[in-house]
């Protein structure tokens, strides 16, 4: 079995940063691929960012390129999201969410674990 737990959201002004945190359990080969996906009200679910646990490759959605950055400490079993120039659109809760199997995917029906969410909130 697989937790995931987020912290780390707030309020923030506009061009501001936070960095959200995602505590992971379980076995690491369960959870091969660690994903953030941010959902605003009245939106869907979308993904924002993934990282393989083993290689670290990353991927982006195209919103947050060259804002957001996704790390991992295999320590600490836990996933980072750092970001960077917040606008008010970035205003969601934010998700952890975990892949059972390998490969970095942007597709939210592949992931199998989620947290609870932090809420983010950026103002203008």
């Known amino acids: 079995q697989v937790q995931l737990v987020e912290s780390g959201g707030g309020l923030v002004q506009a061009g501001g940063s936070l960095r959200l945190s995602c505590a992971a359990s379980?076995?690491?080969?369960?959870?091969?691929?660690m994903g953030w996906f941010r959902q605003a009200p009245g939106n869907e679910r979308e993904f924002v960012g993934a990282i393989d646990w083993s290689s670290g490759a990353v991927l982006y959605a195209d919103s947050v390129k060259g804002r957001f950055t996704i790390s991992r400490d295999t320590i600490k079993n836990r996933v980072y999201l750092q970001m960077n120039s917040l606008r008010p659109e970035d205003t969601a809760v934010y998700y952890c969410?975990?892949?059972?199997?390998?490969?970095?995917?942007?597709?939210?029906?592949?992931?199998?674990?989620w947290g609870q969410g932090t809420q983010v909130t950026v103002s203008s």
């Open positions: 969410a975990a892949d059972i199997s390998p490969g970095v995917t942007d597709v939210r029906g592949n992931y199998d674990y």
């Open positions: 379980g076995r690491t080969f369960m959870r091969p691929v």
